[in-house]
């Protein structure tokens, strides 16, 4: 089988198949240690699954700390809490994408994968309606041919596998009222070391999260409305956003910025068409979320993994294979729908919410709250489990005596609406897959 990129779902993807016995050519237009636009924080839940890889002596070899505590600060109030471990991992961890891609490429290529860096796939190969191998071309401008019972497209937010295939057009999309503006700065705060923090303050989200080599990560979210334009004046601007938050700014008070401040506007979360005969898009490729709540390289490498694990057996019989990749979307779409949904509310770009500040002034003094609001994002438990109807009833009580009841009615009317739609898009989803199950995908 061949895999088209190599960074967390491609990667993850080839050692579950190469550990399975098949034979793995995975391709990349980039060569390794190569860095990519993102931040890189990974949540306990992103950590197991690096483990579960077997790759976390590589990546914890490359130095980053662990991160043992949470930090979530807003409206005055701060939530402070442990990590519940996944899998036995209870720490957080933020390494560089250059060492940790090279680390997951290093694992799959001693799980047996061959990997041919440099080399840009540019054509499908399509035999009896399916799709049967790739055409790629190496940094000499040699092309070749890759024949393979599966083609996954692990080729992130562009995926090249995707427009080939004509599912580039995502079937449900929102786009972020966010911007992302990041920088890394030299750390001199050891206090701060193990911590993971996020602010918020007005409409602006600020987070420090401590990685490799003494630096710290400070990655700021803008409301797209107020985000800088790229350009030169990107590094003051990312300045003045972090001096409107004052409780970051002292974080990184005699703090060093490093390099220059990178920046990734017009984000669209999205969901696309992810398996057909005789292939599947794993990862960027197929599903996206928005940064704010940190979750897709967790499941860039969770669901090439489970492809991997659920194709390797059935990989030379067509019908069971379709079948296989067919169950594989629809249970990424099951488990990742309602993450996605949250991450888009929280990637609105407003200000915090009555409910929301609640919610932090009952989690400051409540480590069982706090304990399940940090369970969220490990995905250990759902949204839903957080903000129940009886606990959202409560808040909004309790937030009466603090904002004017307007804006509480305003916020609990949201909230219901948002539940509604969000309750609708689950069903339809469940439905939609029910029907799949009955009705064999048409080849695209
Ligand atoms: C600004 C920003 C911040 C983020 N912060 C976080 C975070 O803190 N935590 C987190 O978990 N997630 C974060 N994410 C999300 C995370 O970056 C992605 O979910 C993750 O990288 C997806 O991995 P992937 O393997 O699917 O795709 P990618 O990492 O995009 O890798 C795709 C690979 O495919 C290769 N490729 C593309 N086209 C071709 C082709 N035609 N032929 C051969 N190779 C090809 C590329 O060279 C690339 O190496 C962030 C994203 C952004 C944009």
Known sequence: MVVVGARCAGSAAAI???RAGRRVVMLDSAGFPSDTLSTHLLWPA??????????????????????????????GLVVRAPFTAVEGIDYAMCVRRTGFDAALVDTARAAGAT?????????????????????AVDRAGTAHEVRARLVVGADGRRSTVARLIGVADPYRATPSGR???FAYWRDRRPEWRDIAAQWRDGDLLGT?????DGAVLSLIQPPVRRGPRTGRDTERRYRDMIAAIPDLAARLEGCQLLGRVRSATDIVSYFRHSSGPGWALPGDAGHFKDPVTAQGMRDAMRYGRLLGECAAPVLDDAPALD??????????????????????????????TPLEVQMYRTGATDPVLAALALDVMTRARTPDELLTPARAAKFAVQAL???????????VVQEIRDNATDWR??????????????IPAAPR
Request: charged share 25%; with cysteine.
């Open 323 to 352: 079948r296989a990749v067919s169950q594989w979307e629809h249970r990424r779409e099951q488990e990742c729908l309602p993450m996605y949904q949250w991450t888009n509310r929280l990637a609105r770009g407003t200000e915090m």
């Open 115 to 135: 990997v041919y860096e440099s080399s840009r796939v540019i054509e499908l190969i399509r035999e009896g309606g399916r799709i049967a191998g790739v055409r």
């Open 425 to 438: 898009e689950r069903q339809l989803a469940r439905w939609g897959a029910t029907l799949t199950r009955w």
């Open 401 to 411: 005596r603090y904002s004017p009841p307007a804006a509480v009615a305003a916020t």
């Open 179 to 181: 911007a992302c503006y």
């Open 16 to 18: 579950a198949f190469a």
């Open 208 to 212: 420090a999260f401590p990685c490799e």
């Open 46 to 75: 992103g950590v197991a699954e690096v483990a579960a890889l077997g790759a976390l002596d590589r990546v914890r070899g490359l130095g980053a700390p662990a991160l043992r505590v949470a930090y979530a600060a807003g409206a």
